[in-house]
């Protein structure tokens, strides 16, 4: 595979996040057993992801067999909105924007796990370590080009823009996630429970609760209603809630 095959489809967020890392003196888009690694630092390669982690079920195991691995999967804390007039003419520049907004939205660390349900168990490898990088983006958006719905002009994202890294939280393992749940947890708890300390969605708390069962923190251990519920695997601290 051509190195330059992994340029074609990139966004800016991607790329942006590639440079910052290949900074530190890194060479980028290297072929590594067989697969192109964004940015080889050494013997670490470094994986930029920013959607889900499904596409690495293949390609991730054999890179961790013979390399440590960073991966980088960022989210936006803020951010703009931006709408152009037309879409880009041959992959250019969209123009001048029409109309720039911030999005009501704020991403947290958790909504990692919305990309980790598709790799659970490979996060507790020891060859791996998971950057959760919390960023201000630019979502470039252009009218949608084919059939619209009635009295409705539908918008379609074309391109991240990379503004600004606020942070990051490095995880080397699923435990580093659970022990970054600050609220309480019952001792017998459900997804419900989880996405409640989360603050997140009911979603999120489905996922969270999946991701911890397949790497092997928390069993079973009956139902509540309709859900699940979970507790601690093995010697998992317990943070447990008042009068619970």
Same mark, same amino acid.
């Given at each position: 595979? %051509? ?13 942006? *996040?590639?440079?910052? /890392?290949? $900074?530190?003196? !890194?060479?980028?888009?290297t072929v590594v057993g067989g697969y192109v690694a964004d940015v080889l630092l050494g013997d670490r390669i470094v994986e930029i992801q920013t959607g889900s982690f499904s596409s690495l079920k293949r390609k991730l195991p054999r890179l961790l067999a013979k390399h440590p691995v960073t991966l980088v999967h960022p989210i936006a804390r803020d951010r703009f909105i931006v709408r152009m007039d037309h879409p ?10 029409? @109309? ?7 991403? @947290? ?6 990309? +980790? ?10 060859? +791996? ?11 470039? &958006?252009? #009218? ?28 080397? !393992? ?8 600050? @609220? #309480? ?9 989880? $996405? ?6 009911? &979603? ?12 092997? +923190?928390?069993?079973?251990? !009956?139902?509540? =209603?309709?859900?699940?519920? /979970?507790? &601690?695997?093995? =010697? *998992? %601290? ?7």
């Amino acid at each position: 595979m %051509p190195a330059s095959i992994g340029e074609l489809n990139e966004r800016s967020l991607h790329r942006a *996040l590639k440079e910052r /890392y290949a $900074a530190r003196g !890194g060479a980028v888009e290297t072929v590594v057993g067989g697969y192109v690694a964004d940015v080889l630092l050494g013997d670490r390669i470094v994986e930029i992801q920013t959607g889900s982690f499904s596409s690495l079920k293949r390609k991730l195991p054999r890179l961790l067999a013979k390399h440590p691995v960073t991966l980088v999967h960022p989210i936006a804390r803020d951010r703009f909105i931006v709408r152009m007039d037309h879409p880009p003419a041959d992959g250019g520049d969209p123009g001048v924007p029409t @109309a720039r907004r911030k999005s009501p939205k704020h991403g @947290a660390p958790f909504d990692v796990f919305q990309a +980790l349900t598709g790799i659970p168990t490979l996060l507790d490898h020891p060859n +791996l370590t998971l950057h959760i990088v919390m960023v201000v983006d630019e979502d470039i &958006r252009v #009218p949608y080009q084919g059939r619209r719905r009635r009295r409705r002009r539908d918008w379609v994202s074309i391109d991240r823009r990379l503004l600004e890294v606020i942070e990051t939280h490095t995880i080397e !393992g699923m435990a580093d996630l659970f022990a970054m749940i600050d @609220a #309480p947890i019952p001792e017998a708890f459900t997804s419900r429970d989880l $996405a409640e300390a989360m603050g997140a969605s009911r &979603r999120l708390g489905q996922q969270a609760a999946f991701c911890f069962r397949e790497a092997g +923190l928390t069993d079973i251990c !009956g139902k509540r =209603d309709r859900f699940l519920l /979970y507790q &601690r695997a093995g =010697d *998992l %601290p317990v943070r447990r809630a008042p009068g619970r």
